[in-house]
């Protein structure tokens, strides 16, 4: 398995401001993921964080918006952008170990209220 | 599209064995996963089964899957009140990259 550290644990954001979340994973992992999960629903993609070059987005997500930096093996940010009450949710993000078997694992979250 | 099914919630008693059903769309799915989530905290990976196995057992968790029908089932023996939590059951191939598909979660209450 893998331990993964994620900062901040929550905040309380402006609207029209920013926040930058860390994920630090002790371990080299093979993929890593940004999910968000809307008060009472499942998860969402986000993107795939690729390492050293620009992150996938899944459709109705977009770099403006949640850029995302990768830039080693271990250690990705994402950023929201230009705050609104919309964005309140629980970010996660993810990994994928890959050395014997690609099994997913999640960090705790950052739980986002934007006023 | 994939999708993956589960219902919402179900109750059971303390002492009693819960059983969480799921159902799956993909048949290319290489890994399905049982996570849980507390209160305000990430998802816990409690365990997956590889698509080429039928049955994983792991202390109170055993796993059960029906390929054939694209089932997925998860049995907690000695539930207990700890057991309370949302259990979402996911999917992952490599079709186009790997990708993971969620359920929308079963909200498990356990009463005393």
Request: proline fraction near 3%.
């Amino acid at each position: 398995s893998a331990v993964i550290s994620q900062k901040p644990s929550r905040d309380i954001c402006q609207r029209g401001t920013s926040l930058t979340i860390q994920c630090q994973v002790d371990s080299q992992v093979t993929m890593m993921f940004w999910y968000r999960q809307q008060p009472g629903q499942s998860l969402t993609l986000i993107a795939t964080a690729n390492q050293g070059s620009e992150a996938t987005y899944e459709s109705g997500f977009v770099i403006d918006k949640f850029p995302i930096s990768r830039p080693n093996l271990t250690f990705s940010t994402l950023t929201v952008s230009n705050m609104s009450p919309e964005d309140s949710s629980i970010y996660l993000c993810s990994v994928v170990i890959g050395q014997v078997r690609d099994i997913q694992y999640f960090g705790a979250g950052t739980r986002l209220s934007v006023l | 599209g994939e999708d993956v099914e589960q219902s919402l919630f179900l109750s059971v008693r303390e002492g009693d064995s819960s059983v969480i059903n799921c159902t799956y769309t993909d048949s290319s799915s290489t890994y399905l996963y049982w996570y849980k989530q507390e209160p305000g905290a990430g998802l816990q990976l409690l365990t997956y089964i590889f698509s080429n196995m039928d049955m994983k057992q792991d202390q109170r968790l055993t796993v059960l899957l029906n390929k054939k029908d694209k089932h997925l089932s998860l049995r907690i023996a000695d539930t207990q009140t700890g057991d309370s939590a949302i259990y979402f059951c996911a999917e992952s191939n490599y079709t186009g990259g790997f990708k993971t598909i969620f359920g929308a979660g079963t909200r498990l209450f356990v009463k005393a």
